[in-house]
């Protein structure tokens, strides 16, 4: 039997929450929801985490820690398994009855028209329509636009019969997860977080278990749709800005300005904050987060955030971009791209973690296969690996070897102090094009190098 919470008094509810009585089922255990179990776990909750992916369960049942770029959790995962606080199923009509709390950190990506796609999570709620009863709460983690959870979730779980009453069988309450991927576990401590539910009397059970596990802030929202909006709008902030750096970049490369020069000098007013110019903007969260807001905001009026849609569009503009700056650099050696033999160095969609969803690094690839080039790729996250159809070089110097270019993608601090030697093995004039900002253009000029790079003008 479950405990319903919202039938007891708070000094009940702390007393289940202290002596760790609740018993906690994570549904997906991906990048988000597997850390989030292990912390529920480590605190002294019996918690299940449930996945379609039968691979995933049984590497994490058999304690083969599947998150290498999070590394502070695999002891904490060592330890769980240890003493037996956490494992891994697939059946969720095993679980969902013996929860008292039921996490949902399911995928919200986007279809290949940029329309987000719910499917993961309206299907689990449509299977938790038969096994909620006794006011089991459900915390939904996933990032989704404003509206999505008091519609078209509440609906799936109440069934299309409403045989189930919100906030008598179940309770449906929101705390997204705002963590960085490579950072989750600093961010896990440190991010105050949003609390939301539809009917009003959970938030304090939810901030109180939270707390609990987290030790954060947790701050209370009116309702879920005002604490999803808090999490789009912090990561959409960071798109806009992005694009329009991005934006000031194309220009000043025109203009003889260096970006990093204007940045650095614009940190020093106080209300500036700075975002760096890159290859586009890419990852499981920003780019699906930006078409969220407008597929809420178009339903109303298509002409609303066009500043949200114009920063998607400079930001998707910058691989083409990265072409045009290769096409500049060969025209200097008097060679062509077509071709050539590029060297790629890094494809993850941003620096330090093994994650290539809606990478960058995936549309320049595609752009560069189209003109005929020969790409030797080497991301020190993916050695050996087979991504976008090329095996992952073993070294940089394997990548770089008889290229007539090298093409720095992704920032990965392997890449700090890049040794310029390396180009010596070059099959024509050295050329070297940046989209990191890793490269000193001062440094690469002394070195008979062309070289170009996202923003640099006037080298
Ligand atoms: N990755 C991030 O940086 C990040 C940060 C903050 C928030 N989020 C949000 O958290 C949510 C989860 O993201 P993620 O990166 O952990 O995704 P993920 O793809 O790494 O993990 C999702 C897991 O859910 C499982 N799954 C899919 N359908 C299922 C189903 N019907 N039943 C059970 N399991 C199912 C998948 O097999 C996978 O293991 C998303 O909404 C995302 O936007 C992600």
Redesign the pocket.
Known sequence: MTTNLSSLNSSQIQECIENKSLKIAV????????PTALCFANSGFETIG????EK?VNMVNSGDYPLKDEPEFDKVFENVLEKKKFSAE?D?KKVIPNSDIILL?????MNNQNIPDY???L??GK?LNGLLSNGQIVIV????EPGFIENELLESIEGTEKNLKPGIDFHLAVC??????GE?MHDFKKLPRLVGSIDKKIVPIVSALYTNVFGVELIPMPNCKTANAV?LTTNVFREINIGFINELSLLFEKLGIDTYTVIEAAKSKYNFQPHYPGPGVG???LP??AYQYLNSSKKIDPNFLKIVQDARKINEHMPQHVIELLEDAFSESNNSLENSTIAILGISYKPNVH?V?IAPSETIIRLLKEKNVNLKIFDPYFISETIFGYKIENSISEAISNSDAVLMVTGHNEFNDFNFELLSSSKNKPILVDCTGKINPQNVKSKGIIFRGIGRGGL
Not at 105 to 109: C, D, G, I, M, V
Not at 176 to 181: F, G, L, R, S, V
Request: hydrophobic fraction near 35%; proline fraction near 11%; include cysteine.
């Open positions: 549904v997906g255990i991906g990048r988000i929801g597997l449930i996945d379609i992916n995933l697939t969720i950190s399911l995928p919200t990506p499917t993961a999570l299907t689990v299977s983690e996933s990032t989704v997204p997860e705002t963590a960085n991927p989750i999490k990852g499981p969260c699906v987060n994650d969803q």
